[in-house]
């Protein structure tokens, strides 16, 4: 197949994280990869100073996009003067006719409204639950006139939007080759993600404060003042922030955890960072809620406790080492690793085409 995989406009696509690589620009460079080792032709189109030294990027011009806005359901959709996402979107209309379909990996207003008005498919592999008013709008309009051309991480993530039915379920992957099995860990437990409050952070360290295990934290420093609050409340607690690596770095330090703690307030559309872990050997200890819930077996792969419940968080901590760490490593091989992925989209792409 010909395919033309869309970037996000927020950010250049940088195969990176130190340089700015999101977890939808992870996984679009993730998906082009396996595509192309399956021999599909595949073509990417992201912002001016996208970089990779593999996958061909068709580099387009303009104003990156606002970062996502606060969820204002009567809220407008901005596209700046120039708009990077006007012009990536206008070069996709005008080449369309070379591929096969095209395979958007943004969550912005104007792709989900051009959709009915391409005549290739246009595919969209949603990335988040339900939360701004303009998108969510444009998404149930999709899923009414070009039934079929909707993807989702998980059906928790579906379920929040009006018509849930609508999503293809395609859950999400990693490249398995870069993440090292470690069948003897340390005595640290892990918390990642984006240092800012809908993540959670304050209930790993107020347990790490509590019981006294050692608390190893990754991620993005999103908020300073969050991190400060945490620093000036909990002065004592056993913790350390690692900072925010690349995944070599980061699994190499992910690999000697006892487990990874999953404490978002939100609901997650998928949790990369949980296969990823997996992945390790790593079992996960994560709220039932969100994307997470149905990535760890409870009691095979991690334990799933009730959301906002530390008293819960302690025990399941108190039962880690029940946890096999080999049945974590073969979750990651069957369920998402990038052949599986692959297998689940080519059968999509292939309903959508023919």
Same mark, same amino acid.
């Given at each position: ?13 940088? &195969?990176? @994280? ?7 620009? $992870? ?6 990869? +396996? ?16 970089? #990779? ?14 970062? !996502? ?17 006007a012009n990536m979107w206008d070069y996709v209309r005008q080449v369309q006719g070379d591929y096969?379909? =095209? ?31 303009? !998108?969510?709008?444009? =998404? ?24 849930? +039915? ?7 992957? !990693? ?46 420093? *999103?908020?300073?003042? &969050? ?25 190499? +330090? ?6 990874? $703690? ?29 994307? @997470?819930?149905e990535i760890v077996v409870d009691g095979q792969t991690g334990w799933l406790v009730e959301p #906002? ?17 080999? *049945? ?7 369920? &998402? ?9 080519? *059968? ?5 085409? &023919?």
């Amino acid at each position: 197949m010909k395919l033309m995989l869309v970037s996000s406009p927020i950010v250049p696509i940088h &195969y990176n @994280p130190l340089e700015g690589v999101g977890g939808s620009e $992870l996984n679009l460079c993730n998906i082009a990869q +396996e595509m192309m080792r399956r021999k599909h032709q595949v073509q990417i189109v992201a912002p001016t100073g996208s970089t #990779d030294k593999v996958l061909p990027i068709k580099q387009v011009e303009g104003e990156l996009q606002p970062c !996502i806005p606060t969820a204002e359901q009567g809220g407008p959709a901005i596209v700046p003067n120039n708009a990077v996402l006007a012009n990536m979107w206008d070069y996709v209309r005008q080449v369309q006719g070379d591929y096969d379909l =095209i395979f958007n990996f943004s969550h912005e207003w104007l792709p989900f409204y051009l959709s009915p008005f391409f005549s290739r498919p246009l595919l969209h592999y949603v990335c988040i639950g339900a939360a701004i008013g303009v !998108i969510d709008r444009q =998404i149930e309009q999709v899923a009414s006139l070009c039934p079929g051309t909707l993807g989702a991480h998980t059906r928790t993530q579906a379920a929040t939007y009006s018509r849930p +039915e609508a999503f293809r379920i395609l859950g999400g992957a !990693i490249d398995l080759s870069q993440y090292d099995f470690c069948p003897e860990p340390g005595d640290s437990f892990a918390w990642a993600g984006r240092i800012t409050a809908k993540k959670g952070l304050e209930d790993a360290v107020i347990v790490a404060n509590t019981t006294g295990i050692k608390l190893k934290i990754f991620g993005f420093m *999103q908020d300073r003042e &969050y991190w400060q609050w945490l620093c000036d409340n909990y002065p004592n607690a056993p913790i350390e922030y690692m900072g925010f690596l690349p995944t070599k770095d980061f699994q190499s +330090e992910l690999r000697k955890c006892r487990a990874l $703690l999953m404490t978002h307030k939100w609901v997650e559309a998928f949790g990369l960072v949980a296969p990823e872990a997996l992945a390790c050997g790593v079992p996960v200890i994560s709220y039932r809620r969100g994307g @997470p819930k149905e990535i760890v077996v409870d009691g095979q792969t991690g334990w799933l406790v009730e959301p #906002d419940n530390l008293d819960e968080l302690v025990g399941a901590i108190e039962r880690i080492d029940q946890i096999d760490r080999h *049945q974590c490593r073969q979750r990651a091989e069957t369920e &998402y690793s990038l052949p599986a992925l692959g297998d689940r989209l080519e *059968q999509w792409f292939k309903d959508v085409l &023919y």
